[in-house]
Structure formats: structure tokens, C-alpha cells
């Protein structure tokens, strides 16, 4: 089965920079695949914000992060990357990767019901 598990989390100041990993592991075809990230604040809906799908290639990021945040990937790792800079009070968050074991995924804004495998979940927080 398609596994996932997320890395990269920690605690940051405002205005600074992270970058999360998503390895992954167990597609049926190397190219046909779609990766999102979701993240969920205390008392506050999980949101998706940023997306990747092959074999389209097609990218998707939030406006709340679009100019911040930016997503990619590095085939031979089967790692997706999360870059987000110019980190904001909003942005700590516990962050989640997900996957879809299916082409032409990322359409617009990612939704739970498109993505059967999560991993764990690792923590972003801000310092003080």
C-alpha cells in the first residue's frame, strides 16, 4: 500500500523559513500519483493548501500562502517538499501530507475525500 510520513516540522519566529518533506512510497505507477498538504490549527478546520499530482504536473498553493509557500519534488527521493518562507503568526499549524494513488489529482484546492493515505503529521510552531 502507499505509505507516507512527513518530516521537516519545528518551531520558527515570524518571518522565518521551514521545509517540510513528504516521502512516499507504494504507488502503483511512478507517475501517476497525487501529493497534498493540509495543516489544522487549534480550534480551526483542516485546511488544504498546497497540491502536486503527475503525470499533468499541475501545482496548487492557498492564497494564504501563495508568494510564501512553494511545492516541489524530487522524483528519485519519491519526496515531496513543502518550502515555506516568510513564516506568519497564522502559518504554526500541525501539517499533514496525504496521497492519492491515482493521476490528476491537484485541481484547485485539495479536499480529505480525494486522499486515502496520511501520514502522522509533524508540528510547525512559532517562537517567541
Known amino acids: 500500500e502507499v505509505l507516507v510520513a512527513e518530516s521537516g516540522g519545528g518551531s520558527v519566529q515570524a518571518g522565518g523559513s521551514l521545509r517540510l518533506s513528504c516521502a512516499t512510497s507504494?504507488?502503483?505507477?511512478?507517475?501517476?500519483?497525487?501529493v497534498a498538504w493540509f495543516r489544522q490549527a487549534p480550534g480551526k478546520e483542516r485546511e488544504g493548501i498546497s497540491c502536486?499530482?503527475?503525470?499533468?504536473?499541475?501545482?496548487y498553493l492557498a492564497d494564504s500562502v501563495q508568494g510564501r509557500f512553494a511545492i516541489s519534488t524530487d522524483n528519485a527521493k519519491r519526496t515531496v517538499y513543502l518550502q515555506m518562507n516568510s513564516l506568519k503568526p497564522e502559518d504554526p499549524a500541525g501539517y499533514s501530507c496525504?496521497?492519492?494513488?491515482?493521476?490528476?489529482?491537484?485541481?484547485?484546492?485539495?479536499?480529505?475525500?480525494?486522499?486515502?493515505?496520511w501520514g502522522q503529521g509533524t508540528q510547525v510552531t512559532l517562537s517567541s
Open positions: 496525504a496521497a492519492a494513488d491515482s493521476p490528476f489529482g491537484c485541481n484547485g484546492v485539495p479536499g480529505v475525500i480525494q486522499y486515502g493515505y
Open positions: 507504494g504507488f502503483t505507477y511512478v507517475d501517476d500519483w497525487s
Open positions: 502536486i499530482s503527475r503525470p499533468d504536473g499541475r501545482t
